[in-house]
């Protein structure tokens, strides 16, 4: 009994040892950073002011309550952004509400809030809220730039387009008493110029290995239902090389290993892709990114990507059916040219995430059972689903509403899983079901081995177990009728 005693005992005092180390490691990783990166933040000071940035979640249509997680594994990068753009005398807050509580009774003066998609007709709940406290609210993101009127009935101002660029007149403003309701970005200026975000201040929460770093920005391409093509037209602006460099450097200070390079298409410029995988070779890290399907055409950048350290490119298949790709404005690709294009990102030794849409107005009930073939035949790993959805602010949402087949402007309904349109060859009904079909499919125990054991990727056995732990993930999120990829 003893002898079990003591043995407990340095069990316990090695699990101390251990997390004291993880501490202290961590301490002198974040004044290493701050050091390096922003000095003043080292200083004890009184602040002006102070500054929360709120990153807000989706809301369960089964519960209506936000929808949270143990951890965050790839948080946003804007809030930390715009932290590194705040002056030093601001004292500035993050919160995830994915992971954490908005902290309704805070003591800021400002509050910031960005929301991806509809999570901003959640957001607009908590910052009627805070109004009512006595708060100044400030609301920005891809979906308050599209609807910039909803937002102003919730927020005393709103950001459309970039923040970064209006970021500074915005707080002056506010210290001066002149805010303005409207503050809009040139989204002709440069992609440069940014500081390093504040990944010190990420590194504190619940996150997982992954952190964001920002590449570029827009998309050539015109695909009618595409968000970021309804803020950009048809713009595609790249930072500098060295800046991401720089950031992807800062992060691994911080310890982490694993990149989200932020770009909605990283291959669109050929040459500057090129420049930037080449400079990321000698840095020793694991990248993810989303891309079009156009740089499965070039197979020597695929391999300089793979040499660089990417393990896993996102795409928008969109559909097996080339007629709804056609029907949306998505001509540069073809669906029969799918398997070959997956065939030659495999021999590339990239892993694949895909995206697919279903209920576009060439499908039929056909399409469910194409798309589950489609997914399971090619083995991808990381499939995500959406029901079409006219998006306000897209020519999809436009085009769809002088048809008169909108169903409802309850937007809190544009959740990705839920048809709010009058479909071409089908009902409403038979979209959702057949969008539930699919995942459950997709995402049942056997597939999801099948998918993640028998891909023609040959990766180390922690990736697989990561690909896997994200299928549960996935898979956790379908049984509970939320829409994967969007948390």
Not at 147 to 169: F, N, R
Not at 170 to 189: A, F, T, W
Not at 204 to 212: D, H, N, Y
Not at 322 to 334: G, Q, Y
Request: proline share 5%; aromatic share 10%; net charge neutral.
């Amino acid at each position: 009994m003893q002898s079990f005693f003591w043995t407990l005992l340095g069990v316990a005092a090695l699990i101390a040892g251990v997390w004291a180390w993880r501490t202290a490691l961590r301490e002198r990783r974040r004044r290493a950073f701050l050091a390096r990166h922003y000095p003043d933040r080292l200083e004890k000071r009184r602040y002006a002011h102070k500054l929360l940035i709120i990153s807000s979640t989706l809301k369960s249509k089964e519960t209506g309550l936000p929808v949270k997680q143990r951890m965050l594994y790839a948080p946003g990068l804007a809030p930390a952004l715009l932290a590194g753009l705040t002056p030093s005398d601001w004292d500035v807050e993050l919160c995830y509400e994915t992971i954490e509580d908005v902290p309704l009774d805070t003591d800021a003066d400002l509050v910031a809030v960005t929301a991806m998609g509809y999570a901003l007709w959640h957001a607009f709940d908590f910052m009627d809220e805070f109004r009512r406290r006595g708060k100044t609210v400030i609301c920005g993101g891809p979906m308050a730039s599209l609807v910039p009127d909803e937002a102003l009935k919730h927020a005393d101002a709103v950001c459309i387009g970039e923040a970064e660029s209006q970021w500074q007149t915005i707080l002056r403003d506010y210290e001066n008493g002149v805010l303005k309701p409207r503050y809009e970005s040139n989204l002709d200026q440069a992609c440069e110029g940014l500081p390093v975000p504040r990944y010190d201040l990420i590194a504190e929460k619940r996150v997982g290995p992954i952190v964001a770093v920002l590449v570029g920005r827009g998309c050539p391409h015109s695909c009618e239902y595409c968000s970021i093509f309804a803020v950009y037209k048809n713009r595609y602006k790249r930072r500098t090389v060295d800046e991401v460099v720089r950031d992807v450097e800062a992060a691994k200070g911080l310890g982490f290993r694993e990149i989200l390079m932020v770009d909605d298409n990283i291959g669109a410029d050929f040459r500057t892709a090129k420049q930037l995988f080449e400079a990321l070779i000698p840095l020793g890290i694991r990248w993810v990114g989303q891309c079009a399907l156009t740089i499965l055409r070039r197979p020597d950048l695929l391999e300089l990507a793979r040499q660089s350290g990417c393990s896993t490119l996102s795409f928008g298949f969109e559909t097996v059916n080339t007629a709804s790709l056609h029907a949306h404005d998505k001509t540069f690709v073809k669906a029969e040219d799918y398997d070959e294009m997956l065939a030659t990102l495999a021999k590339a030794g990239i892993n694949v995430s895909s995206e697919m849409i279903l209920g576009m107005d060439g499908d039929t009930q056909e399409t469910f059972e194409a798309t589950i073939d489609f997914v399971m035949r090619n083995k991808i790993t990381l499939p995500r689903f959406y029901v079409l959805t006219p998006i306000p602010g897209t020519p999809l949402f436009e085009r769809m509403r002088r048809e008169g087949k909108i169903l409802t402007y309850d937007y809190n309904e544009y959740n990705g899983a839920t048809c709010v349109y009058q479909p071409k060859r089908l009902t409403p009904d038979q979209v959702e079901d057949g969008y539930w079909r699919v995942y459950n499919e997709v995402f049942k125990l056997s597939n999801i081995l099948k998918r993640c054991f028998t891909s023609r990727i040959r990766t180390n056995v922690a990736f697989v177990l990561f690909l896997l732990g994200v299928n549960l993930a996935y898979r956790s999120q379908v049984r509970k009728r939320i829409c994967p990829g969007l948390v």
